[in-house]
């Protein structure tokens, strides 16, 4: 065993293009670490809808430039093999370590297949990329990117062209294609032949950010932005500023791109403590709010001002600004139908209801809700938001800001904050409280025991309230295909279990309906979600054993 490991090791060695991991895996190999080597020849990193997402390293159960290769190759023959020989690939790429190198590598395989391949100018937000696919009559394209992972991570994510993330049966039959790549020797590798897009493409989407406000609204709304050492201070303030707002207060030491994070243990505005320098900026500057990009500025957070709350800040939460986009949109007389997967806020589904425009459900992820039929706004509770779906096909961080300025902009002439405007969302439609139980594991094992256990033994009451249904989603529903979760309806709550798609994590996504009669009754409704919240998940908590 031991013997068959260092050899699979060796013949890996030997066709690793890149001098780093080649080091990397000659010192394990010279250092007997078969600990290691197992790891990371325990089989190889999956492609599934998400594409590819790992930590940097050597071996096939990493993100390195032989798994890349690897990938690319198995994409070109999928595109070859649906008839798109000759078509155009564009790649993005983010500020990560390897980024740069891994779209290098992805447009010398492209253009070695047979197709033509144009690599962005440079690091930029991934909703540059899935515009540029659409604007550029692509066929397909790459994102080189993990997002909001830890510095250690990259990933690999694709587009079809119709601008839109991969979902079934396309992810299947590229892991199937990649799997049948023989020897990296054989996979033609050109130094040159693909083009490298200048700035046109990044002007053309920054023209067309402009679209998502209304001709002529006030743009007065102060902000405070940070970038999480990603790839969007430029694009975000150049569209602040082609809009005519004032520029952003950036927060100095999160404003440049860098691979390492220095500032946050995860760089993901949801984590906690990731917005305490926002935070400490807001108090210097005073602004309306204070909005953040996660580091491929497909997300948007955003934090307003806050007296009841210490330090005088509160991070809305992702259903909130989903919520607040939503009634905007209605105000101004959007047409189109509203979509969100199910694990976000039911709220959406009524204001659309009462506002007379289609709604949509979907699974979890925005390569569903980008195509729902008709779309005109779609958002997930993690921070994504898609106000211009003609535009780009997936959330975008650099539009939903601009919309969320230009919202906080018109309730600012009214002498009105997004605090108030939710107030009147609850009146309207029922207290909507919202929270996650997000657990990070080591061991994948601890997630799938969780989920058995759920299945086995599903809980009949949280909190307090009667299960009144339980599905397990892995068997699909009239409205959904399968897929890997439970959803439990209580009585004015509702409770979805999921593995993250994207990182080693169980998440229960939970919500309450509390009815509100007047504004007086507000703070009670609140207290009340707040203590149900709190006691559905140590509820759920023990049911899972986790």
């Known amino acids: 065993m031991q013997h068959d490991l260092i050899a699979q090791a060796r013949t890996w060695l ?11 895996l000659a010192a394990l190999i010279g250092a007997g670490d078969t600990q ?6 325990a089989g190889t990193l999956q492609f599934g809808t998400a594409g590819l997402r790992g930590e940097l390293g050597a071996g096939p159960m990493r993100m390195n430039r032989s798994v890349v290769i690897r990938a690319a190759a198995g ?28 779209a290098r590598d992805t447009a010398a395989v492209m253009t070695g297949a047979g197709l033509r391949a144009a690599v962005l100018s440079r690091p930029l937000p991934t909703p540059v990329l899935a515009y540029a696919i659409r604007h550029l009559g692509a066929v397909a394209g790459v994102e080189v990117t993990a997002s909001h992972n830890p510095p250690r991570d990259n990933g690999y994510k694709v587009y079809l062209g119709d601008g839109s993330q991969i979902v079934p049966p396309a992810d299947g039959e590229i892991a199937a294609a990649i799997a049948a790549i023989g020897p990296l020797a054989d996979v033609a590798r050109p130094e040159g032949g693909w083009e490298t897009l200048g700035e046109e493409v990044l ?44 520029e952003p207060v950036l927060v100095a030491e999160q404003a440049e791109p860098d691979p390492a994070f220095p500032t946050v243990a995860f760089p993901n505005p949801e984590e906690p403590g990731a917005m305490d320098l926002a935070f400490a900026t807001a108090r210097r500057a005073a602004p309306d709010l204070i909005i953040a990009n996660d580091p491929d500025a497909d997300r948007c957070a955003v934090a307003v001002p806050d007296p009841s709350v210490e330090g005088g800040w509160r991070m809305l939460r992702g259903d909130e600004v989903g919520a607040l986009l939503a009634a905007h949109l209605v105000e101004r007389v959007a047409t189109g ?43 997930e509770e993690a921070l994504g938001y898609c106000v211009d779906p003609e535009g780009v096909r997936d959330k975008d961080g650099i539009t939903a800001a601009l919309l969320v300025a230009e919202l906080a902009s018109v309730l600012k002439e009214q002498g009105r904050t997004l605090l108030d405007l939710l107030d009147d969302l609850a009146l309207a439609h029922g207290l909507h ?12 094992s601890v997630i799938a025991d969780a989920m058995a256990r759920l299945r086995e033994q599903p809980p009949t009451a949280l909190a307090g309230l009667a299960v009144t249904s339980a599905e397990d989603l892995s068997r699909g529903t009239d409205r959904l295909p399968p897929t890997d979760g439970l959803r ?47 006691g559905i998940k140590r509820d759920l908590a023990a049911a899972a054993g986790i």
Do not use: N
């Open 14 to 24: 030997a066709e690793d293009p890149d001098p780093e991991t080649r080091d990397e």
């Open 36 to 41: 290691e080597l197992a790891a990371r020849f």
């Open 75 to 102: 994409l070109a023959a999928y595109l070859k093999a649906q008839g798109q020989e000759g078509g155009l690939v564009v790649i993005g790429y983010d500020a990560r370590y390897k980024s740069a190198d891994f």
């Open 203 to 246: 002007d053309a989407y920054l023209a067309r950010t402009d679209a998502v406000l209304a001709a002529g609204s006030p743009r007065t709304a102060r902000t405070v932005y940070t970038a999480m050492h990603g790839v969007g201070t430029s694009v975000l303030t150049a569209a602040f500023e082609r809009a005519g707002f004032p």
């Open 337 to 379: 139908v509203f979509a969100e997967s199910i694990v976000s806020s039911s709220l959406l589904g009524r204001i659309a209801e009462k506002a007379g425009l289609g709604y949509e459900e979907t699974l979890t992820g925005f390569k569903w809700i980008a195509r729902v039929d008709g779309l005109r706004y779609g958002y």
């Open 433 to 444: 409280a919202t929270d996650q139980l997000s657990v990070r594991v080591e061991d994948l």
């Open 488 to 534: 439990y309806q209580l009585e004015g709550a509702r409770v979805i279990v999921r593995p993250s798609g994207t990182e080693p994590k169980l998440k229960c996504y939970l919500e309450v309906v509390v009815p509100v009669a007047d504004a007086a009754g507000l703070p009670a409704a609140r207290a009340r979600g707040a203590e149900l919240l709190i």
